[in-house]
């Protein structure tokens, strides 16, 4: 009886006002063949003291960013945090409340959304952001329904190879059964050529999925690629990274038409792997195809700005059938976190720490390479991921053998990329120390030395 | 136009036809002053497309109020040829002159069998009473 | 009291070289920048981020928090949304650094606690749905049932059947048919009777062997328990389609009765309604779906796996209908919703349900005589009451008794929902309120109702805002904040 209040005397208070003899006959709606005969099946009711034993042993099981060095990426990373993000987002106030249906009652998340929307704008250079999606493959999902729903053209939708692989699933799961093939265009140099794109892109392709940096780390020729698309009136969707417009030039001074991104590096935890932030930012002309929530600035009776939820005829709940998407909860309070992460680091922090995953990288790069066993995959620019090949092809012992030294080494990306079977992807980001990146390299370059030799 | 002189389709379009200058039929269609005020605070029209065309029955636009969301369908069969593209920043328009300067579409029919579908004022005045109620 | 700075917006409490958040000087051998990154790919300028302090911010959030009103400060019965109250313990074990500060890609030898802690979730979902198999992977119910639906589209299709239609009853919430046109079908209303159930007439008449899927909110979003619902999944598996249960209210009948006893296929649960995740100020949920042992082979990859005494994730499955997001799901809900049903234990969670129940039928019976509840004297966890009377008494709409009741305190229920109720409030006021509460509750409800109508039509005064307009924000949108002072763009 944790969280209950109702005691045996209110129980009998509550029952008489009623007119029922007991609780149980306030189930009689329900067909007695229906009532479940016995409990459930369940492990025994904890205490406090007890669950908080039982989950911290299971805790301790886990490598985490704490006890282990972490050089995983591939959509989540393990960047710093500010003390101020928890210790706003933890307020009662922000993570106990809902939705904000009644926007009297609610103009502290309504105002915070629509800071949070501007900040999204002005990060990307995009005109108008929405309040989130559940996260970066979704957003990017949501983004080629809508790009469908903008152009009318029931054909193509054109995806560079080196977008996440999961994200690429993910909209081929969202396509499966409407008017529209999903193609994929290979990578082998690691980022897609403009010239490939427009031998293929027709006037039967809606759009063009783009990751920069992708998959790899790479830089694309985002410009280049958005004109090959609009040259034939399709739209170009960017997945970008947060951070890395603390350097490079934002989506919407690339002429990008929507731009998506995971926002996890913005202030959220790693969570293996959620609740993340799906960011979702478009042209001015896109606003009506646009799905998920918005808040928007008015009055209220005496004239006071003052924020609601908007243009709320494209959502599910009023359009039902019609609806060409069905979200209804939004990430508010990441989006919340996202918010006071970009407010705290600001512009000039934001490229700081671009600078410094740059740096970093590039240096983990070279020492990782130092040893004969390892090359990178693929010579271009990168922000704060690589991949490195290991010519000795043995990646999973790799990974496992740093992992027993506590050193999260990379993502193996033979599950995903038949030709890179013998490589794995590196992220460094702001957190990791030049001990750590030492240690990275001399762990690597000390593992399996003996088989390497044999296959040299 | 009076709206006594016009047809109506039962989801509240209004019909007025008329010749043009090749002797073809084309039909201006709008909202009826009863769909309009029933809406209440509009807030966004979707017109169609010009060139495009149109079955009778089939919706080729969309009229929105804050929380509610409502298809505008065309009463008869042919091409759209004109819209009434001052609506987009004047939507007031509808509700202050449905029957003149807020029209909607005209529509050059290819065919005039729909017509027989449509009510007149009479009718449609019926109607509406009963919908109201 | 209130700081006369708390409204006003980040952008405009920015001054040009504040600071707050720094970072470290860079530790290892700089490189010359254009060497790295090329020079036409990178920004002359950070993009235009406001500059702020530390104590600036903080100031301005927290003083923006008192401007909500939520469950750890007020009453919240915002019907269909289980606001009921979330466990502090919760949120700081899910906080541990060995569940929160793990990456989605670590080796599954070095996640096997937290592969535990989500395998066993699974198994407990699967018994409280009376079902065979689970997916964690969806991040939100609505997307747990467009995952379901696509399984049922993959299922069909594996079958050879043709089925183009789904199912879905007049008092559904919105997502049921917008999910149904997003997996492909064509969505097809069922209406309901006088008594708020699904009819049986309509259904017979509308079901054939098009129909894929009939998805079905029980207990409805009348706050009714359907008692047909055995029959109409005969009914449907009869011509060969699937039921599907959307499991928003679950939280009347843990322990009680069971989707999968009732003929349910698949199912959603909702860990931020029923199992008292934080609701966020509107995310982020879980979707998690069960599903019954035919359908297994179709849920989404990854899958976790108890094999040769160690867990792992399984992704070889041919027949699966893919991803439907990224990594494994929105593991922080899930992790909550763990140590909440640990928490509980069997009878803790028929515990909730019966005072879940208790409470709404408690308060329905002190209401109904000024809010009629046309669906009956008896309800599940919530009931919808109308204020049509109130209307045509005195003028007061549901809108109107929902502003006044901020004043007094209360966050409004749920109002206009569900679409087959006239002036509709729905209200559910969870297990974690006492009578007192409720009492005082309905006891401001009396008055509202007694109060002169232009006083509760220009409602709420109490609140930081009055009734803002809605029409001016959706006809000309204003959805960001713009430099006035300075030639932007």
Redesign the interface.
């Known amino acids: 009886?944790?969280?209950?209040?109702?005691t045996h005397e209110?129980?009998q208070?509550?029952?008489e006002?009623?007119?029922?003899a007991s609780?149980d006959e306030?189930?009689?709606?329900?067909?007695k063949?229906?009532?479940?005969q016995g409990?459930?099946?369940?492990?025994?009711?904890?205490t406090?003291l007890e669950?908080?034993a039982?989950?911290?042993?299971?805790?301790?099981?886990?490598?985490?960013?704490?006890?282990?060095t972490?050089f995983?990426g591939?959509?989540?990373y393990?960047h710093?945090i500010?003390a101020?993000v928890d210790?706003?987002a933890?307020?009662?106030?922000?993570?106990?409340?809902?939705?904000?249906?009644?926007?009297?009652?609610?103009?502290?998340?309504l105002?915070?959304?629509?800071?949070y929307?501007?900040?999204i704008?002005?990060?990307?250079?995009m005109?108008?952001?929405n309040?989130?999606h559940?996260?970066?493959?979704?957003a990017a999902a949501e983004a080629v329904?809508m790009a469908l729903a903008a152009t009318g053209r029931k054909g193509r939708v054109l995806t560079a190879g080196s977008v996440?692989p999961?994200?690429r699933?993910?909209v081929?799961?969202?396509l499966?059964?409407?008017d529209a093939e999903l193609e994929t265009l290979d990578t082998p140099s690691g980022a897609l050529d403009a010239k490939a794109l427009a031998g293929t892109i027709d006037r039967d392709t809606a759009c063009v999925l783009v990751q920069h940096p992708n998959f790899f780390g790479c830089?694309e020729d985002v410009e280049a690629l958005t004109a090959a698309a609009h040259d034939v009136g399709a739209l170009m969707i960017l997945v970008f990274d947060p951070l890395s417009?603390?350097?490079?030039?934002?989506p919407g001074?690339l002429g990008v038409d929507i731009a998506v991104a995971?926002g996890q590096s913005l202030g959220n935890?790693?969570?293996?792997?959620?609740?993340?932030l799906g960011i979702l930012a478009c042209r001015e002309s896109l606003?009506?195809k646009m799905p998920g929530?918005?808040?928007?600035?008015?009055?209220?009776?005496?004239g006071?700005?003052?924020?609601?939820l908007?243009?709320?005829?494209r959502?599910?709940?009023?359009?039902?059938?019609?609806?060409?998407?069905?979200?209804?909860?939004?990430?508010?309070?990441?989006a919340?976190r996202a918010?006071?992460y970009?407010?705290?680091?600001?512009?000039?922090?934001?490229?700081?720490?671009a600078?410094?995953c740059?740096?970093?990288t590039?240096?983990a790069a070279q020492r990782i390479t130092a040893a004969a066993r390892f090359t990178r995959a693929f010579d271009r620019?990168v922000?704060k991921e690589f991949v490195v090949r290991d010519r000795d092809g043995r990646v999973s012992e790799l990974?496992?053998e740093s992992?027993s030294q506590g050193v999260?080494a990379g993502?193996p990306l033979a599950?995903w990329f038949d030709d890179l079977s013998d490589c794995f992807l590196v992220a460094v980001t702001?957190k990791r120390?030049?001990d750590e990146?030492d240690g990275l390299a001399k762990c690597l370059a000390s593992a399996n030395t003996e088989v390497s030799t044999t296959h040299a | 136009m009076k709206p006594e002189d016009l047809l109506y389709a039962t989801t509240h379009e209004w019909v007025h036809v008329a010749a043009d200058e090749s002797g073809g039929k084309v039909a201006t269609v709008g909202i009826s002053a009863f769909a309009v005020e029933s809406l209440t605070d509009l807030v966004f029209i979707e017109l169609p497309e010009v060139g495009r065309q149109v079955k009778a029955g089939e919706s080729f636009g969309e009229i929105e109020s804050v929380k509610a969301v409502s298809d505008v369908y065309s009463p008869v069969d042919g091409e759209v040829i004109e819209v009434n593209e001052v609506l987009r920043d004047d939507l007031e328009r509808l509700s202050q002159d449905p029957y003149e300067a807020g029209w909607v579409a005209k529509i050059r029919m290819s065919d005039e069998a729909a017509l027989a579908e449509l009510m007149d004022h009479t009718a449609y005045q019926k109607q509406c009473a009963d919908e109201a109620h | 009291m209130r700081d006369a700075r708390s409204t006003q917006l980040l952008f405009e409490l920015s001054q040009a070289g504040r600071r707050a958040t720094t970072f470290p000087t860079c530790d290892v051998p700089e490189r010359l920048l254009d060497e790295l990154m090329p020079v036409a790919a990178r920004a002359d300028a950070p993009p235009p981020l406001p500059e702020l302090a530390e104590p600036d911010i903080v100031r301005h959030y927290t003083n923006l928090s008192t401007l909500n009103m939520s469950v750890d400060t007020h009453f919240y019965p915002l019907g269909s949304c289980t606001m009921k109250y979330n466990p502090k313990r919760n949120e700081q074990l899910a906080a541990l650094p060995g569940l929160a500060q793990v990456h989605p890609y670590q080796p599954a030898a070095t996640v096997q606690g937290l592969l535990g802690v989500l395998h066993d979730l699974g198994e407990m979902l699967a018994e409280i749905a009376g079902l065979d198999a689970v997916s964690l992977q969806p991040a939100a119910g609505a997307q747990g049932e467009l995952t379901a639906l696509l399984m049922a589209a993959a299922y069909f299709r594996d079958r050879g059947e043709e089925r183009t239609t789904v199912l879905v009853p007049d008092s559904a919430h919105g997502t049921n048919p917008a999910t149904a046109t997003m997996a492909g079908f064509r969505a097809v209303t069922l209406g309901s009777t006088p008594q708020g159930w699904v009819d049986l007439d309509d259904l017979a008449a509308k079901l054939d062997d098009r129909v894929a899927v009939l998805m079905i909110t029980n207990p409805n979003t009348l706050g009714l328990f359907d008692p047909q619902i055995v029959e109409i999944a005969e009914r449907v598996h009869a011509r060969g389609g699937l039921v599907y249960l959307d499991g928003a209210n679950m939280n009347a009948i843990l322990g009680i009765t069971r989707p999968g006893d009732m003929g349910a296929d698949m199912m959603h649960f909702n860990p931020h309604k029923t199992f008292s995740g934080p609701h966020g100020g509107g995310g982020p949920g879980a979707g998690p779906i069960a599903v019954r042992e035919h359908l297994e082979p179709y849920l989404p990859t990854p899958v976790i796996r108890w094999h040769e005494g160690r867990y792992d994730l399984v992704n070889d499955r041919p027949k699966s209908i893919g991803r439907v997001r990224s990594f494994m799901g929105n593991v922080g809900v899930l992790v909550r919703a763990y140590a909440y049903i640990r928490t509980h234990g069997a009878e803790g969670l028929r515990n909730v349900s019966e005072n879940a129940v208790l409470n709404a039928n408690y308060l329905l019976s002190r209401v109904k005589h000024i809010l009629p509840v046309p669906h009956g004297d008896r309800c599940m966890h919530e009931f919808v009451a109308s204020a049509s009377k109130l209307k045509s008494d005195r003028g007061l709409t549901a809108m109107d008794v929902a502003k006044r009741l901020l004043d007094y305190g209360y966050h409004a229920p749920t109002t206009y929902f569900p679409l087959v109720v006239r002036e509709a409030l729905m209200i559910e006021p969870t297990e974690t309120e006492s009578k007192e509460t409720l009492d005082g509750f309905a006891a401001a409800l009396f008055r509202i109702t007694d109060e002169p109508a232009e006083l509760v039509h220009e409602a709420s005064h109490s609140t930081s805002i009055s009734r803002p307009d809605e029409v001016r924000a959706a006809r000309k949108p204003v959805m960001r904040w713009r430099d006035e002072s300075a030639a932007e763009e």
């Open positions: 009886m944790a969280y209950l209040l109702n209110d129980q208070a509550m029952l006002a009623i007119g029922a609780i306030l189930f009689a709606s329900i067909p063949e229906l009532r479940l409990q459930l099946d369940l492990p025994p009711a904890l406090e669950l908080a039982h989950l911290k042993e299971r805790a301790d099981q886990n490598a985490s960013a704490v006890n282990a972490c995983l591939g959509g989540s393990d710093f500010p101020v210790a706003i933890s307020r009662g106030e922000f993570f106990t409340s809902y939705t904000p249906y009644q926007p009297e009652a609610s103009q502290g998340n105002q915070a959304l629509f800071e929307q501007t900040l704008t002005q990060l990307t250079g005109d108008v952001a309040a989130s559940y996260d970066g493959a979704t329904i996440h999961e994200y699933q993910v081929a799961t969202y499966e059964h409407l830089l417009l603390g350097l490079l030039k934002r001074d995971e935890a790693m969570a293996y792997g959620g609740p993340y606003v009506r929530r918005l808040a928007g600035e008015t009055v209220d009776r005496r006071n700005r003052c924020f609601v908007t243009l709320q005829t959502e599910q709940h009023i359009r039902r059938e019609k609806a060409t998407s069905n979200i209804c909860t939004n990430q508010g309070l990441l919340l918010a006071i970009l407010a705290l680091v600001g512009p000039q922090g934001l490229r700081e720490v600078t410094l740059v740096q970093k590039a240096y620019p922000f990974i496992q992992a999260l993502v599950g702001e120390t030049r990146i």
